[in-house]
């Protein structure tokens, strides 16, 4: 059966993404909604984490009060554009590891091309939110999963500003164990592998490159 695909309709979220899909946006502008959007998604794909009871000093007394349980998450942005979600990310788990999976998309096949992977030595011992702001062809995502999945990561989770069917088809295929968290799965891919109607390509959005 494969993981279950979580669309985040908080209107801050929906919101958000609208300005970011109008094709007259600033790079600012852009990527400091995507900085935004991230930090509200990791708001939602962090709701299920385990939690345990500890004992705390209040300014009055002693008490029993939840803290988060096992060690911290490790965040690994598929680079170039999943580094936008990083820094949202950090403001609310700001002692979270991170891994780099630098892998880009050739433009004749469409396939995912391996340049330059680092993470923390305990993936197996920690939570990994893998992060890329579009979920087309799946192919980035699923080379970034196998890797992570290759150093040992067990407990892996993918979140996506923007998801196509078919991306979500190939990930859901070759990773069912991963949950999918985006803000809106639109109609489908073009003719160019990119999502419709989308909001073009992010990396290029957020650096101001083509």
């Given at each position: 059966?494969?993981?279950?695909?979580?669309?985040?309709h908080?209107?801050?979220?929906?919101?958000?993404?609208?300005?970011?899909?109008?094709?007259?946006?600033?790079?600012?502008?852009?990527?400091e909604?995507?900085?935004?959007v991230?930090?509200?998604?990791?708001?939602?794909i962090t709701?299920?984490?385990?939690l345990?009871?500890?004992?705390?000093e209040?300014?009055?007394?002693?008490?029993?009060?939840?803290?988060?349980?096992?060690?911290?998450?490790?965040?690994a942005p598929?680079?170039?554009?999943?580094?936008?979600?990083l820094?949202?990310?950090?403001?609310l788990?700001?002692s979270a590891?991170v891994?780099?999976?630098g892998?880009?998309?050739?433009p004749?096949?469409?396939q995912a091309?391996?340049y330059?992977?680092k993470?923390p030595?305990?993936?197996?011992e920690?939570?990994?939110?893998?992060?890329d702001?579009?979920l087309?062809?799946?192919?980035?995502a699923?080379?970034?999963?196998?890797?992570?999945?290759?150093r040992g990561a067990?407990?892996?989770?993918?979140v996506c500003?923007?998801?196509?069917?078919?991306?979500?088809a190939?990930?859901?295929?070759?990773?069912?164990?991963?949950?999918i968290w985006?803000?809106?799965?639109?109609?489908k891919?073009?003719?160019?592998?990119?999502?419709?109607?989308g909001l073009?390509?992010?990396?290029d959005?957020m650096?101001?490159?083509?």
């Amino acid at each position: 059966m494969s993981a279950e695909v979580h669309v985040v309709h908080h209107p801050l979220v929906q919101h958000k993404l609208t300005l970011m899909r109008e094709q007259e946006r600033s790079i600012k502008s852009f990527r400091e909604l995507v900085n935004e959007v991230g930090m509200l998604l990791c708001y939602e794909i962090t709701r299920d984490l385990p939690l345990e009871m500890v004992e705390i000093e209040t300014p009055l007394q002693t008490m029993q009060a939840p803290k988060i349980a096992g060690k911290k998450l490790i965040f690994a942005p598929i680079l170039r554009a999943g580094v936008g979600f990083l820094d949202g990310m950090l403001a609310l788990v700001p002692s979270a590891r991170v891994a780099h999976i630098g892998i880009y998309r050739d433009p004749e096949t469409l396939q995912a091309v391996e340049y330059y992977f680092k993470a923390p030595q305990d993936l197996p011992e920690r939570t990994t939110i893998l992060m890329d702001p579009m979920l087309a062809t799946g192919n980035s995502a699923c080379a970034a999963a196998s890797l992570l999945k290759s150093r040992g990561a067990r407990d892996l989770r993918f979140v996506c500003l923007l998801a196509a069917p078919e991306g979500i088809a190939q990930l859901q295929a070759e990773h069912p164990d991963i949950p999918i968290w985006t803000a809106a799965v639109d109609e489908k891919l073009n003719d160019h592998g990119y999502i419709v109607p989308g909001l073009g390509d992010a990396g290029d959005r957020m650096f101001g490159t083509k």
